[in-house]
């Protein structure tokens, strides 16, 4: 479908972009964070909590598995699937609980609850790169597709994609 290709070049930009995103995110997504160890997963999904509303801190549910912030604009799951070891495991924790009408759901390491996990609206790939990170946005459902239309693509797409949304 669409993608937007972002270039943040530290933390604070990294969570300004969250917050954006944030802004146009609706009640029944999923979002699924991709990239390496270290690439910034719950660093986008502190700025994603933000701008929904959030003034504590945000970790990483490594170990716990999933983080709730129930008290928000929409009520945000964020897990964190890295240490899972089977995806079956995700059936006896109840996930399917977790993606419910009104909530929204950030999920980091997707691909370790293949078969387990619905479709993601939107995919984010992270990756390091010399000068921050560069994100690639890609819409993978319609409501995927409004939300990446209302972001500001002027203000964050990267210079090499001419700040406009590609098809």
């Given at each position: 479908m669409t993608d937007l290709v972002v270039q943040l070049s530290g933390e604070d930009e990294q969570v300004a972009f969250g917050e954006a995103l944030a802004q146009v995110l609706r009640p029944s997504m999923v979002i699924f964070l991709e990239g390496e160890l270290g690439a910034g997963k719950t660093t986008l999904a502190r700025?994603?909590?933000?701008?929904?509303?959030?003034?504590?801190?945000?970790?990483?549910?490594?170990?716990?598995?999933?983080?709730?912030?129930?008290t928000l604009r929409i009520p945000l799951y964020h897990f964190d699937l890295y240490r899972l070891g089977d995806p079956q495991e995700l059936e006896y924790l109840g996930v399917?609980?977790?993606?419910?009408?009104?909530?929204?759901?950030?999920?980091?390491?997707?691909?370790?609850?293949?078969?387990y996990l619905p479709a993601p609206d939107l995919k984010v790939q992270l990756a390091v790169v010399p000068m921050g990170r560069r994100l690639?946005?890609?819409?993978?459902?319609?409501?995927?597709?409004?939300?990446?239309?209302?972001?500001?693509?002027?203000?964050?797409?990267?210079p090499e994609v001419s700040g406009s949304l590609c098809d």
């Open positions: 700025g994603i909590a933000r701008g929904l509303g959030h003034e504590g801190a945000v970790k990483s549910p490594t170990y716990t598995l999933v983080e709730p912030y129930q399917r609980d977790y993606f419910d009408e009104g909530s929204l759901v950030l999920v980091e390491w997707p691909s370790r609850g293949v078969g690639t946005v890609s819409a993978a459902s319609s409501r995927g597709a409004d939300c990446l239309a209302a972001v500001d693509a002027t203000r964050w797409a990267a």
